[in-house]
């Protein structure tokens, strides 16, 4: 394989990973996105659901940050080689 079929394949691959990244960063927020209900002290009426909620976005967050920390990112080198 030469260097800019290789270049050409890290790039290809960052691109699969930000994709997947993104989608995982789309489900945390949608599990994030809006209120939730509290009494007149100030107290979650249903602290599971927080829970929950929290425990779903940690796990888009935690399947995002495996990918990042998995994926062999281009480097200009491979940008300038893969033109």
């Given at each position: 394989?030469?260097?800019?079929?290789?270049?050409?394949?890290?790039?290809?691959?960052?691109?699969?990973?930000?994709?997947?990244?993104?989608a995982?960063?789309?489900?945390?927020?949608?599990?994030?996105?809006?209120?939730v209900?509290?009494?007149?002290?100030?107290?979650?009426?249903?602290?599971?659901?927080?829970?929950?909620?929290?425990?779903?976005?940690?796990?888009?967050?935690?399947?995002?940050?495996?990918?990042?920390?998995?994926?062999?990112?281009?480097?200009?080198?491979?940008y300038?080689?893969?033109?």
């Open positions: 394989m030469s260097k800019q079929d290789e270049a050409k394949q890290t790039i290809d691959a960052a691109g699969a990973a930000s994709s997947k990244v993104q995982s960063w789309h489900l945390a927020y949608r599990a994030m996105n809006g209120g209900s509290t009494n007149a002290y100030g107290i979650y009426h249903d602290p599971q659901e927080v829970r929950g909620r929290l425990l779903d976005a940690k796990a888009h967050i935690d399947a995002a940050l495996s990918v990042i920390a998995s994926t062999k990112w281009p480097s200009n080198a491979d300038d080689l893969a033109n």
